[in-house]
């Protein structure tokens, strides 16, 4: 299970990811009663706010991937020529965020000239799709996803799908393939291929410290269960392996070759590995450092992003969580400082942060940090009190808006914290967490209702 965003402490490193999110959730019956709710937008407490966003809103055909991508335009527009663009998601496991990602990737690939789709996945992970997508390796999406993305939200039939159109792209586009890259760290497990890409590389650029990088390694690896290793293994055990994972980083710095190629690569490896292991070496009772290693996740994640885009020159799509890929997060006490804010400081205007929200639906969550079930939960329409109350009311159909062309009275609104439906991999209510959606993004997706995803 990656491990993911929020609540401090045990759990929260457990549970893989930002909980939160609802006030009463719906059955199938109550579900159905909200379908008859009256469709009232005219009648919002803020209609200044209402008007301002509905005169910058641009309608959204659809979420579908498929067909005409005129209604694209202006978003990228938006975008411009920015080499990173954050493509959120407010639930890890909602059918349309999944395929507007799929969707946002075909139009800038096609359009745009983007290169890269980075996701909220291990560097390990991202390898072995790369390899797939590339053609050096075979099977189907569907194989390659229920396997190489196991355990995680991305284990889904949208992420199959999206993976399968890059290979297909990059059969019919060999001159400018679309590459898939996982920019976080290599959690549920490492595997012996990121080891072995190592000591294969010092094999032929430095054999002479192989034989002390083997020894290092053979103290670390196996290590494919993240969760069995930080519940079971002792905390001074843990910070001596990232000890070990350190001293093989530095052998490797040391052992630059004639292939400078060859060598950057190696040295990312080893470099995902170090960072692991000291991401493990987390002291789980205490808050403090449960905030480090949080932190130290999403500097992780920057740092894997920006080293794939200088080193290709390439423009990369990033699909990660909001509170990742935003500004600003409903749990700053643990994220002080996002993905995206480090992305910003190092891109400045090459960057730009897309977030969604949503007025009501279902989407996959788990019932507890260590189920392997994921099961279907829906909220109710939005309340007044909450962001998305005003949003819904907007525009009748689904749209996108450029958050920094915001009027007087939207910006003052889009800048007040509000409750807001977040969630990730744990689904948690009472109360909602807050936001400020106006300084946590520069274009913001707002969906009138969602669906869940679709189990492979």
């Known amino acids: ?74 978003l990228g527009a938006m975008i411009g020529d920015a080499k990173v663009v954050g493509l ?8 349309e965020f999944f395929t507007m990602k799929q969707r946002v990737l075909r139009y800038l690939v096609e359009e745009k000239g983007f290169t890269a789709f980075a996701l909220e996945a291990s560097w390990s992970a991202g390898l072995r799709v790369d390899d797939y997508v590339q053609g050096r390796s075979g099977g189907d999406a569907r194989q390659i996803a229920g396997q190489v993305l196991a355990q995680s939200p991305w284990q ?23 590459h898939f890259v996982g920019d976080d760290l290599d959690l549920p497990g490492i595997g012996d291929q990121l080891f072995d890409r190592v000591t294969s590389y010092v094999r032929e650029a430095a054999p002479g410290s192989l034989p002390r990088l083997e020894q290092l390694y053979a103290g670390l690896r196996p290590f494919d269960d993240a969760i069995t290793y930080l519940t079971g293994t002792p905390l001074a055990e843990r910070r001596h392996k990232a000890e070990l994972a350190q001293q093989a980083l530095e052998l490797v710095t040391a052992a630059r070759g004639e292939d400078g190629d060859a060598y950057a690569w190696a040295l990312q490896h080893a470099r995902s590995i170090a960072q692991t292991f000291v991401f493990t070496s987390i002291d789980l009772d205490d808050p403090a450092d449960t905030a480090e290693k949080q932190n130290l996740r999403d500097r992780v994640m920057t740092d894997n992003t920006l080293w794939w885009q200088r080193r290709t020159g390439g423009k990369v799509l990033l699909s990660a969580h909001n509170g990742h890929v935003g500004y600003r997060t409903t749990h700053p006490e643990l994220y002080p400082r996002t993905q995206g804010c480090y992305l910003r400081d190092a891109l400045g205007a090459d960057y730009r942060a897309i977030g969604f929200t949503f007025g009501r639906g279902s989407f996959l969550t788990k019932d507890a940090p260590l189920a392997l079930d994921w099961k279907k939960v829906t909220v109710p329409p939005a309340t007044p009190d909450m962001t998305e109350h005003t949003l819904d009311r907007a525009r009748a159909g689904d749209y996108y808006v450029d958050l920094r062309s915001a009027p007087p009275a939207a910006r003052t609104w889009l ?12 689904f948690e209510h009472d109360p909602l967490p807050t936001l400020a959606i106006g300084a946590a993004y520069d274009v913001l997706v707002h969906l009138h209702r969602t669906t869940e995803a679709r189990s492979l």
Do not use: K
């Open 415 to 426: 800048d007040t914290a509000r409750p807001t439906y977040d969630a990730g991999t744990i």
């Open 1 to 74: 299970m990656t491990v993911r965003s929020t609540p401090i402490g045990r759990r929260s490193l457990l549970a893989a990811t930002a909980a939160v999110a609802a006030t009463t959730l719906l059955g199938p019956a109550e579900e159905a009663a909200a379908d008859q709710l009256p469709d009232d937008r005219t009648n919002s407490q803020a209609p200044f706010v209402v008007r301002e966003l509905a005169a910058i809103a641009h309608p959204l055909r659809s979420t579908d991937p498929d067909g005409r991508n005129g209604d694209l335009r202006a």
């Open 88 to 95: 959120g998601e407010a639930t890890h496991g909602t059918h």
């Open 156 to 178: 889904r039939q949208e992420f199959a799908d999206l993976i399968a159109w890059i290979r297909a792209y990059n059969r019919e586009h060999p001159q400018r393939p679309v």
